[in-house]
């Protein structure tokens, strides 16, 4: 099992598209985001992927969380 990450730029990116940015490996369940503007916001969600990559959940709730 593995996780991709998504993140888009602003709190309106609950509603829009975001990008890929990192496939996690289980038993790896945490990603850090490093190199990002403080003080910026940005909205994440996660979509849990099986042995194939064409085995995948819905995606996660967006969360939005504020670079320090």
Do not use: E, H, M
């Not at 730029?9 to 990002?36: E, M």
């Not at 909205?43 to 995948?56: K, T």
């Amino acid at each position: 099992v593995k996780y991709w990450v998504f993140r888009a730029d602003g709190y309106a990116g609950c509603l829009f598209g975001k990008a890929k940015i990192a496939t996690v490996t289980a038993p790896t369940a945490t990603y850090t985001d490093s190199g990002l503007l403080a003080g910026r916001t940005f909205s994440y969600n996660v979509v849990a992927v099986g042995a194939s990559d064409q085995c995948y959940t819905q995606a996660s709730r967006c969360v939005q969380s504020a670079a320090q």
